[in-house]
């Protein structure tokens, strides 16, 4: 399975960004997903994650009214529309695809992960 997250970019504080990630291989639409982010010198922490179906979403609490994750119908497909960011969303952001079918931020719960994308928010 392989994982390619895009969209990263520089903006200003209170703009926005979307990103996308685009799964392939064996992903098996039956499984969640989820996004997290690494900041530079701090661990990865979650921020998103939705169910296989879709219709369970899950958000880390600094995150959570002004992001919204959202996948395609194919399955093999993440977003995360990120609004009003702030200077401290600034980190690399991963995509990864869960074990089961659950949302869950457990981080050892991902069996896939993306390469990663860069999100910088200047004050």
């Known amino acids: 399975v392989q994982l390619q997250a895009s969209g990263g970019g520089l903006v200003q504080a209170g703009g926005s960004l979307k990103l996308s990630c685009a799964a392939s291989?064996?992903?098996?639409?039956?499984?969640?997903m989820g996004w997290f982010r690494q900041a530079p010198g701090k661990e990865r922490e979650f921020v998103a994650a939705i169910s296989w179906r879709g219709d369970t979403t899950l958000y880390s609490d600094s995150v959570k009214g002004r992001f919204a994750i959202s996948r395609g119908n194919a399955g093999n497909s993440l977003y995360l529309q990120m609004n009003s960011l702030k200077p401290e969303d600034t980190a690399v952001y991963y995509c990864?695809?869960?074990?089961?079918?659950?949302?869950?931020?457990?981080?050892?719960?991902?069996?896939?992960w993306g390469q990663g994308t860069q999100v910088t928010v200047s004050s």
């Open positions: 990864a695809v869960a074990l089961g079918s659950i949302a869950t931020g457990s981080m050892n719960r991902y069996r896939y």
């Open positions: 291989g064996r992903t098996g639409s039956n499984n969640a």
